[in-house]
């Protein structure tokens, strides 16, 4: 099993900021993920962060808007810039454990984000 | 089409009562298949994982159907604390070799006394 920590929980924010939401497992993992749960909706893949390289964004995310730090095997950071209202939403991490036949996916307690 | 549709729900049942949920993939490729559970305000978690041969823990049972792309998930028994929001997962590929879990839009359960 993997325990990670997330935050902030939660933050209200002004259009036009960024933001910075971290993310600390307690265990070295070689790819982290971040989704977005945006309200009633399920969960979408930003992107997938490798310690050491680029993370590489999904169809309808770019580095400019959601840039992503992996320093290290256990933290990565993933920034919401330049806010807008429509950026709202649950920001989560998650990685993942294998073994012999098997993938579980965990999470952290995920980000709350309001743009005002 | 979405990868990874659900039954649309909410789910009104009382409690003791049998429901069932259903879920279909569109990527055939798809290796692995999971039911998560979200708690309102809460990151999912893993309930279970499908196997081909289906399997059950306790009162939940779930099924899969690669030759229709489909499945389930089976509550019998019902309890106040399933209320929840049921997620079809599917992973289309090995999770740590740039597999992706596609998550479906989720059912909500609510069961009432």
């Known amino acids: 099993s993997a325990v990670i920590s997330q935050k902030p929980s939660r933050d209200i924010c002004q259009r036009g900021t960024s933001l910075t939401i971290q993310c600390q497992v307690d265990?070295?993992?070689?790819?982290m993920f971040w989704y977005r749960q945006q309200p009633g909706q399920s969960l979408t893949l930003i992107a997938t962060?490798?310690?050491?390289?680029?993370?590489?964004?999904e169809s309808g995310f770019v580095i400019d808007k959601f840039p992503i730090s992996r320093p290290n095997l256990t933290f990565s950071t993933l920034t919401v810039s330049n806010m807008s209202p429509e950026d709202s939403s649950i920001y989560l991490c998650s990685v993942a454990a294998t073994g012999v036949g098997y993938t579980e996916a965990f999470f952290g307690q995920g980000t709350r984000l309001t743009v005002v | 089409r979405k990868e990874v549709e659900q039954d649309p729900g909410p789910f009104n049942v009382p409690e003791g009562a049998t429901v069932a949920f259903n879920c279909t993939y569109s990527?055939?490729?798809?290796?692995?298949f999971f039911w998560y559970r979200q708690d309102c305000r809460k990151e999912p978690k893993l309930l279970m994982s499908v196997y081909s041969s289906g399997n059950e823990d306790g009162r939940f049972t779930a099924q899969l159907n690669r030759a229709s792309q489909y499945i389930s998930l089976l509550i019998r028994d019902s309890k106040l604390s399933d209320s929840a929001t049921y997620l079809c997962v599917v992973n289309n590929g090995i999770y740590n070799q740039g597999g992706k879990l596609i998550f479906g839009q989720g059912t909500e359960l609510s069961v009432k006394p």
């Open positions: 990527n055939s490729a798809s290796q692995s």
């Open positions: 962060a490798n310690q050491g390289s680029e993370a590489t964004y």
């Open positions: 265990s070295q993992v070689t790819m």
